[in-house]
T-cell receptor, first 109, second 119 residues
Framework: EIVLTQSPGTLSLSPGERATLSCRAS???????LAWYQQRPGQAPRLLIY???SRATGIPDRFSGSGSGTDFTLTISRLEPEDFAVYYC??????????FGQGTKLEIK | EVQLVQSGAEVKKPGESLKISCKGS????????IGWVRQMPGKGLEWMGI??????????SPSFQGLVTISTDKSISTAYLQWSSLKASDTAIYYC?????FGDGFDFWGQGTMVTVSS
């Protein structure tokens, strides 16, 4: 079973700062099939990044994804107030077919 | 405009059965996989299973295999998640979501269905 571990659990930053979120897999993720989601309170998740580094439709370019194999990163270059939310990584193709990380809460400092 | 509209909140007793729905519109429903995701109160996201409406090919997470049934009625562009005997631990928000493409993430999500199981 592929386990995704996200760090840190909580990240406290101020608007305008840069955020770096990590997602580490227990085994190599097939072909970079790694996605990132944002979930604001009371809302459904929103796809930000797929294929480790491709931005989904309508996602601002301050969001970027990188990584391969077992180590992946979501970077938000300059935080806006609406970016404070919970972020999840997700892999596809392992066992089970899909797995989510436990989430990183990005909170206002 | 792509939309997934889920059925409304449910309050059930332990042992009761339940079937919730997810209706797709604005795209060719038969040609995109639909997944189901659980979110227990205050917790993270858990993938439950996924179905291809075109031929009803279904895959389950081992954690949910045998506990739920995923199905679809492509004639009305609707996917379903059902339980035959609910437990209190099934209390959660359940989301349906469309898979963008092979190896990609889920690009459109339903609004979620809150299921409460309590005696």
């Amino acid at each position: 079973e592929i386990v995704l571990t996200q760090s840190p659990g909580t990240l406290s930053l101020s608007p305008g700062e840069r955020a770096t979120l990590s997602c580490r897999a227990s085994q190599s993720v097939s072909s970079g099939y790694l996605a990132w989601y944002q979930q604001r309170p009371g809302q459904a998740p929103r796809l930000l990044i797929y294929g480790a580094s491709s931005r989904a439709t309508g996602i601002p370019d301050r969001f970027s994804g990188s990584g391969s194999g077992t180590d992946f990163t979501l970077t938000i270059s300059r935080l806006e107030p609406e970016d404070f939310a919970v972020y999840y990584c997700q892999q596809y193709g392992g066992s089970p077919l899909y797995t989510f990380g436990q989430g990183t809460k990005l909170e206002i400092k | 405009e792509v939309q997934l509209v889920q059925s409304g909140a449910e309050v059930k007793k332990p042992g009761e059965s339940l079937k919730i729905s997810c209706k797709g519109s604005g795209y060719r429903f038969n040609t995109f996989w639909i997944g189901w995701v659980r979110q227990m109160p205050g917790k993270g996201l858990e993938w439950m299973g996924i179905i291809y409406p075109g031929d009803s090919d279904t895959r389950y997470s081992p954690s949910f295999q045998g506990l739920v049934t995923i199905s679809t009625d492509k004639s009305i562009s609707t996917a379903y998640l059902q339980w035959s005997s609910l437990k209190a631990s099934d209390t959660a928000i359940y989301y349906c979501a469309r898979r963008r493409g092979f190896g990609d993430g889920f690009d459109f999500w339903g609004q979620g269905t809150m299921v409460t199981v309590s005696s």
